[in-house]
Structure formats: C-alpha cells, structure tokens
C-alpha cells in the first residue's frame, strides 16, 4: 500500500467513524488512528475489506484483549464477497458451476474472520444490515462434518438463522468479517 492509498483509507475510515458515532460511543479516533499506523498490516487487511465492499467501521472492544473490532458494516453482504461457497471442501466437492472461490478461503487471504452467529446478532443491534441478501457465519465443526453451513440475514424486523449446504452458492449471499486491532 502506497502513502497515498494509506493516507485515503484512513480518510474513509475517519469520516465514516465520525458519521457512526452510535457504533462506539466510548472510542476516540485518535486511538484507532494511532493502533492503525502502529500496525500497517491491519492497514492492508481493511483496505481489502473495502475494495470487496464492506465498509468496515468500529463497532466496539474486546473486553479481553483490548483489541479494537472492526466489522463489515455495509448495508448488504459485501458485493465482493458474493457468490461463494462456504469452505475449500464445499468447493472441490462441487462437480459442476464451481464457484469462484469459498468464503473461508477468501477470509483468510485478507486477514479476517468470519462472523460468528453472536457476533452477527450483536452486529444487528448497531443498524439494519442484509436485508435483501445473507451472510456465512461460522459453523461449528459438527454441523459442518454433516455437510451443512450457517446463514444469518435480517427479514421482517427479525435476525434469523439458517443451514443451507455448505457447497451451495448464491448470487445474494456472501460474508461478513471482523479485524481485530
């Protein structure tokens, strides 16, 4: 990432920050700002989350680690995570009309974690997101040796959860995830 690109992103992510006060009341910019220069790779992680259009944005701490959290706060499952499978198995099992790629995978090349079911929940409690579209959230391990994966959306003022096959892909469904900073 060039001095220019950083200098950009930390612009979008100030501004946003700044029009999204009710996500972190109690974080200071100032802060965020200074972990971020402090670790460039986060930089390289959340200029990802935002080229795949997620729009990251602080929503809170983690009360154990201190770590700033950031998670993808845009409206719909990010457009650049769409279409995907859930996992590398689910995607070399797939026979025919293979998907691009696989949610996990993908998470894993920029650096971040897919959003649990609780977090997706508490997430929801910080603005209406996916409304029109879902998202993966991690699935536990016995879920997934039977073949099955996890999705959240929001429908009818209400969070639900859902198991599809992990293998299955859709145009309206793709995944959130959170950096830790």
């Given at each position: 990432m060039n001095a220019q690109q950083r200098a950009a992103l930390l612009e979008t992510l100030r501004s946003r920050f700044a029009g999204n006060m009710s996500r972190h009341r109690d974080i200071d910019w100032a802060d965020v700002e200074s972990r971020l220069e402090a670790r460039p790779h986060k930089l390289r992680c959340l200029l990802q989350m935002e080229n795949t259009g997620g729009e990251p944005d602080v929503i809170g701490v983690d009360l154990q680690s201190g770590e700033l959290l950031f998670v993808d706060c845009s409206a719909e499952s990010p457009t650049g995570r769409r279409s995907l499978c859930y996992d590398r198995e689910a995607l070399e099992a797939r026979k025919t009309h293979k998907p691009a790629n696989c949610a996990t995978d993908l998470a894993a090349a920029m650096g971040i974690e897919i959003l649990t079911e609780e977090q997706y929940r508490m997430l929801q409690t910080l603005g209406c997101?996916?409304?029109?579209?879902?998202?993966?959230?991690?699935?536990?391990?016995?879920?997934?040796?039977?073949?099955?994966?996890?999705?959240?959306?929001?429908?009818?003022?209400?969070?639900?959860?859902?198991?599809?096959?992990?293998?299955?892909?859709?145009?309206?469904?793709?995944?959130?995830g959170m950096l830790r900073v």
């Open positions: 997101f996916d409304s029109k579209t879902s998202s993966w959230v991690a699935t536990p391990p016995g879920i997934r040796r039977l073949g099955g994966a996890l999705f959240c959306d929001r429908r009818y003022n209400q969070v639900f959860l859902y198991h599809n096959g992990a293998q299955s892909y859709y145009a309206a469904r793709g995944f959130r």
